[in-house]
């Protein structure tokens, strides 16, 4: 009988070791920041995965270059024309 309760308890040690290493690698998974990954979607062009870190690589290199928030009101047939930049920006088509 002291066989099978010291067996008992060895694998219930086990167990509970096992869970917590578990845990463990867990909350360190966890911890890694992550890089989100977000979509920049234009009618009729449709949509480019991108990060937040390219997004506003992109809209600092618009700034630079003159671009304002009032660029996207539409006018002269060119709507939104401070995201189309952002956009080809994104894609790799405007040099940085």
Avoid at 18 to 35: N, Q
Avoid at 41 to 60: D, E, F, H, K, M
Wanted: aromatic share 8%; hydrophobic share 40%.
């Amino acid at each position: 009988m002291s066989v099978t309760r010291k067996t008992s308890k060895e694998h219930a040690m086990r167990q509970s070791v096992l869970m917590v290493m578990a845990a463990g690698a867990v909350t360190a998974f966890v911890s890694f920041p992550a890089e989100a990954q977000y979509a920049l979607c234009l009618p009729v062009r449709g949509c480019i995965p991108t990060t937040q870190a390219s997004y506003n690589a992109c809209l600092t290199l618009a700034r630079q270059r003159g671009w304002t928030d009032s660029d996207n009101a539409p006018r002269g047939g060119m709507p939104r024309a401070l995201d189309e930049f952002i956009y080809r920006c994104l894609q790799g088509r405007i040099p940085r």
